[in-house]
């Protein structure tokens, strides 16, 4: 059983920062890609930021110069780093990875439960 663990998420003010950690455990081959998308009320989930096994990044153009991505393989963590945040920032916060559980097994995506993200003053 593959879990992901997102923690970091909170009430923060415009112009400030929080920093989100996503821990996968269980059950483990090998990790691909992973990254986090993001979810506001009444909007589609989106993309914010992806992060391949060989440490190439992508950003959304929304979160370019503010947010960075990286990860730990060692910890089978991913972060994302958010600076000068927005209120339009404000959403729920999913974690993924690219999975395979097995050697034998597809790889596969697997999502946290989400974290939510609030700028406000």
């Known amino acids: 059983q593959v879990q992901l663990v997102e923690s970091g998420g909170g009430l923060v003010q415009p112009g400030g920062s929080l920093r989100l950690s996503c821990v996968l455990s269980?059950?483990?081959?090998?990790?691909?890609?992973m990254g986090w998308y993001r979810q506001a009320p009444g909007k589609s989930r989106e993309l914010v930021a992806r992060?391949?096994?060989?440490?190439?990044?992508n950003l959304a153009d929304s979160v370019k110069g503010r947010f960075t991505i990286s990860r730990d393989d060692a910890q089978n963590t991913v972060y994302l780093q958010m600076h000068t945040l927005k209120p339009e920032d404000t959403a729920v916060y999913y974690c993924?990875?690219?999975?395979?559980?097995?050697?034998?097994?597809?790889?596969?995506?697997?999502w946290g439960q989400g974290t939510q993200v609030t700028v406000s003053s």
């Open positions: 992060v391949s096994t060989g440490g190439s990044t």
């Open positions: 269980g059950r483990i081959f090998r990790i691909n890609a």
């Open positions: 993924y990875a690219e999975i395979q559980p097995r050697d034998w097994a597809s790889m596969g995506n697997y």
